[in-house]
């Protein structure tokens, strides 16, 4: 059936927290959101049952579908391939599978893309205004959150703002795009895949969110701060390798 927004869930071992998601998104859009719509579960090799959970809630709600990889890979590879194989609508929107991100922003963003012929992404965030942190994170995540905001802003001269959060909504052309030129198959990739739509003249634009810390996330901030570090290198090695810029789209000339 066609989908006018396809909805991409990652989850590795979610089984507990992806059901309470589910019942909210599914509570949300069938009140407020008009038209047809998808929802895409890409189990990244969970060990726990993240998949029968899934299948669960797919028997209850035609929209959904699971798709299953034989092995964790992380979340940038399989959001990617997700995108790429496996979607149909005009607007493409991944989410956490905690929802920290109020649901109320879903109708939001469609409704903004429809309106905004000039904007081609949506990036949920956390610290403009208008935005509000219902439940903080703890000191140390939030430590190491601004540092990597002030590294990013140093090595790709971005502001201070949140273009990392997990809650992105594009164009179909655009994610079509970003994707296909996006490498890293981790946490940075939430980094990268801005970085990347913008480098090949894509149009990104922040709107506020609701946002709730979960305790039980899947990051682990000391580990995945050195992955972010190293990972930012690479997009800039990637980038003056010109793998960012092959094939540009010739719909404006990159944005730097």
Same mark, same amino acid.
């Given at each position: 059936m066609?989908a006018?927004?396809?909805?991409i869930i990652?989850a590795y ?10 019942a909210?998104? #599914?509570?949300?859009?069938g009140?407020?959101?008009k038209?047809?719509?998808?929802v895409?579960?890409?189990d990244?090799? +969970?060990t726990d @049952?993240?998949?029968?959970?899934a299948?669960?809630?797919a028997?209850?709600?035609s929209?959904l ?6 092995k964790?890979r992380g =979340?940038?590879? /399989?959001?990617r391939d &997700?995108v790429?194989? @496996? ?6 929107l991944?989410?956490?599978a905690d929802?920290s991100t ?5 109708? =939001?963003f469609? +409704?903004?893309l429809t @309106?905004?012929a000039?904007v081609?992404?949506l990036?949920? +965030?956390?610290?403009?205004?208008g935005a ?6 703890? #000191?140390l995540?939030?430590?190491?959150g601004?540092?990597f905001?002030?590294?990013? *802003?140093i090595? #790709?001269?971005?502001?201070m703002?949140?273009?990392i959060?997990?809650f *992105?909504?594009?164009? =179909?052309a655009a994610?079509?795009d970003?994707y ?6 981790h946490y940075?990739?939430e980094a990268?895949?801005?970085f990347?739509?913008e480098?090949r003249?894509?149009?990104v634009?922040?709107l506020p969110?609701l946002?709730t810390?979960?305790r ?5 901030p000391?580990r ?8 930012? /290198?690479?997009i800039l090695?990637?980038?003056?390798r010109?793998l960012? &810029?092959?094939?540009l789209?010739n ?5 730097h």
């Amino acid at each position: 059936m066609y989908a006018k927004l396809s909805i991409i869930i990652p989850a590795y071992n979610e089984e507990k927290r992806l059901p309470l998601t589910l019942a909210r998104l #599914f509570a949300v859009m069938g009140e407020h959101y008009k038209g047809h719509y998808e929802v895409i579960i890409a189990d990244d090799g +969970s060990t726990d @049952e993240t998949a029968r959970e899934a299948e669960k809630e797919a028997a209850r709600h035609s929209e959904l579908r699971l798709v299953s990889f034989a092995k964790n890979r992380g =979340r940038g590879a /399989v959001v990617r391939d &997700s995108v790429l194989k @496996e979607v149909s609508g005009d607007f493409i929107l991944q989410m956490d599978a905690d929802g920290s991100t109020e649901m109320e922003a879903i109708p =939001r963003f469609v +409704s903004y893309l429809t @309106e905004h012929a000039e904007v081609d992404i949506l990036t949920g +965030s956390r610290t403009i205004a208008g935005a509000k942190i219902l439940t903080p994170q703890p #000191f140390l995540r939030v430590a190491l959150g601004n540092c990597f905001l002030g590294a990013a *802003k140093i090595m #790709f001269g971005w502001p201070m703002v949140d273009r990392i959060n997990g809650f *992105k909504m594009f164009r =179909r052309a655009a994610a079509l795009d970003s994707y296909a030129h996006q490498f890293s198959d981790h946490y940075i990739a939430e980094a990268e895949i801005v970085f990347v739509a913008e480098r090949r003249g894509w149009r990104v634009w922040e709107l506020p969110i609701l946002w709730t810390d979960y305790r039980d996330s899947r990051i682990k901030p000391l580990r995945d701060s050195w992955r972010s570090a190293a990972g930012m /290198v690479r997009i800039l090695i990637n980038n003056r390798r010109g793998l960012y &810029s092959q094939n540009l789209p010739n719909h404006h000339a990159p944005a730097h």
